[in-house]
């Protein structure tokens, strides 16, 4: 293997060795041929003399002038037409010109050659932990893809050292990040290290080395609180695995999907995660739904769906869910959980808030002049909530278009209240103030459920799928009863969200919800799929009729 990676570097030389050769060769022979050394074109042998100190440096130069001398000295004359030879003198002090030259021309290339050399390992090394950094991680990648290796590409992500940053001198940061490499190094090997940024570490393991216990030992050691300097922390690490077991991928394509798979799982929490196909389609898809959101929003792509809301006391149509779809043709169908989340993250969420909202009214203003008055919903998220662009846009156009604001009802998720809590109560209480409802959606799920419908101002709370799909058990259904009687002693109305069996619903009405939504009574319905809806549902088939 070594005498084949060898053979390229053989063949190059011997390539040179020819073509300085051929120079010299050619030189002898137009000096001899223009009559000897008296004349100007003796100046040739230059050409070889720079070309080979440029090829091997001084050794190169100074060979290439002791045989420029030579050939030139006792061999060449001083005029062939007379015959006339040199004299010693005059062609050894040209050689040791000629060597002088070679050397400091030599010197110049290798001096140039070494800086050139540093200048590119400083480009291989990360200056804060001193390893080497990505553009050497992807040329030994490319070294061990070629000789068939099989490895672990590691990628150690250090998710809050940002926000440990920001209360801690930076001194202290490039302590623990030096402390967590030199860890590293210990257990793993210097050589097999590098550093993509200052908040991510990457490693290379053999197939055979004991990487998933040395990782699973540095997450323990800082899932503890660490001490540095009198200061306490504890570091958040998410581990990305990528096994490459031979076959053509790219370095880039190895090291992307190492870092792929850290991305799964809670941002803030320690793990470890590896590398699944899904994953890296799902990514594509997320990168494909980012470049054409902002063309589907201007170009009406997304389009609106109503889901009834029944009171099961009375059996009554009392209301919709306003519901957002994107339309993306002959391509893969993508539920808003999806878009929703892209489109937050990347600052779309205003104006897809802004078109439910402004073709939602639209909507029910219509449906109002057809006789069809029922309240309806929509979901904000907290960022929304504190935009106070976004709220003073929603509240004068609810005012311009003469809606009663009591039959609009803001949908915001546990989960929000649960992590934007302080910033959203104050917001929460003047909207009710001012005559807008308030629904807690996916009740529930979060750690502080029953806190939640105490500490906010809210109307209504939205009982999540999950229980409701589990209501055969007996714990889950005291659970819904508990949550039922405790809202109703607080008179808040409780609305159970997916249901889809007629056993559900003889359940929630014993247990005595107020409402339910969901696919045992209609499944989110296009403006005119509603009005059928409706009026079907009130046995009001003439009136359907007459508004047609």
């Not at 200061?231 to 999907?257: H, Q, V, W």
């Not at 539920?335 to 104006?351: C, H, N, Q, T, W």
Request: charged share 25%; aromatic share 12%; hydrophobic share 40%.
């Amino acid at each position: 293997m070594n005498g084949l990676k060898n053979y390229p570097k053989t063949f190059s030389n011997l390539y040179k060795i020819m073509q300085i050769s051929l120079l010299l060769a050619a030189a002898f022979l137009i000096v001899f041929l223009t009559d000897g050394t008296r004349n100007v074109y003796l100046q040739l042998f230059y050409i070889p003399l720079i070309l080979s100190a440029y090829y091997w440096g001084v050794k190169g130069g100074i060979s290439a002038a002791i045989i420029s001398g030579i050939i030139l000295g006792p061999f060449m004359p001083l005029s062939v037409s007379e015959g006339i030879m040199q004299s010693t003198s005059n062609w050894v002090i040209r050689l040791l010109i000629y060597m002088l030259i070679g050397y400091i021309i030599g010197y110049a290339f290798n001096r140039m050659a070494r800086l050139d050399k540093e200048a590119q390992e400083r480009n291989l090394i990360n200056p804060l932990t001193g390893i080497y950094n990505t553009n050497k991680l992807l040329i030994d990648l490319e070294k061990r893809i070629e000789e068939g290796e099989k490895f672990t590409l590691i990628s150690i992500k250090l998710t809050n050292i940002e926000s440990i940053e920001k209360y801690l001198d930076y001194k202290i940061v490039e302590e623990i990040i030096k402390g967590l490499v030199s860890g590293l190094e210990h257990r793993c090997g210097k050589d097999a290290i590098y550093s993509s940024s200052n908040d991510e570490i990457i490693l290379i393991a053999c197939s055979n080395c004991k990487y998933r216990e040395n990782v699973n030992n540095t997450i323990k050691k800082y899932s503890n609180p660490v001490k540095v300097k009198n200061y306490t922390f504890r570091l958040a690490l998410k581990i990305g695995m990528y096994d490459y077991n031979g076959g053509y991928e790219s370095p880039i394509e190895i090291f992307n999907k190492a870092r792929i798979a850290y991305e799964q799982g809670d941002s803030k929490e320690s793990g470890i995660y590896y590398y699944k196909d899904e994953l890296e389609e799902q990514r594509r898809e997320a990168l494909e739904i980012t470049g054409s959101l902002l063309e589907a929003i201007k170009k009406n792509e997304l389009y609106l769906v109503y889901q009834p809301k029944i009171n099961i006391i009375d059996n009554s149509i009392v209301g919709v869910e306003v519901l957002v779809r994107w339309d993306r043709g002959d391509k893969k169908p993508l539920g808003p959980s999806v878009f929703i989340v892209i489109a937050e993250e990347i600052g779309y969420i205003r104006e897809i808030s802004r078109f439910i909202i402004n073709n939602a009214i639209t909507q029910i203003i219509e449906w109002k002049n057809k006789g069809i008055k029922i309240n309806y919903s929509i979901n904000l998220s907290a960022k929304e909530l504190c935009d106070k662009d976004f709220m003073e846009w929603t509240k004068q156009f609810f005012k311009d278009n003469e809606i009663d604001k009591s039959m609009f009802e803001i949908e915001i998720t546990e989960r929000v209240l649960a992590k934007e809590g302080k910033k959203v109560f104050d917001i929460l209480q003047n909207l009710r103030n001012m005559g807008y409802k308030v629904s807690i959606d996916d009740f529930g799920t979060g750690f502080n459920s029953l806190m939640s419908a105490v500490e906010f101002p809210v109307d209504t709370l939205k009982i999540d799928k999950y229980f409701i799909d589990s209501l055969n058990r007996y714990d889950i259904r005291e659970i819904v009863s508990a949550i039922i009687k405790y809202a109703h002693k607080l008179k808040i109305k409780v609305i159970a969200e997916g249901v889809e069996t007629e056993r559900q619903l003889k359940v929630l009405r014993r247990l005595k919800c107020d409402m339910v939504q969901g696919y045992y009574y209609s499944k989110p319905l296009l403006p005119d799929e509603f009005e059928r809806f409706y009026y079907e549902f009130n046995n009001l088939e003439e009136e359907y009729q007459k508004v047609q």
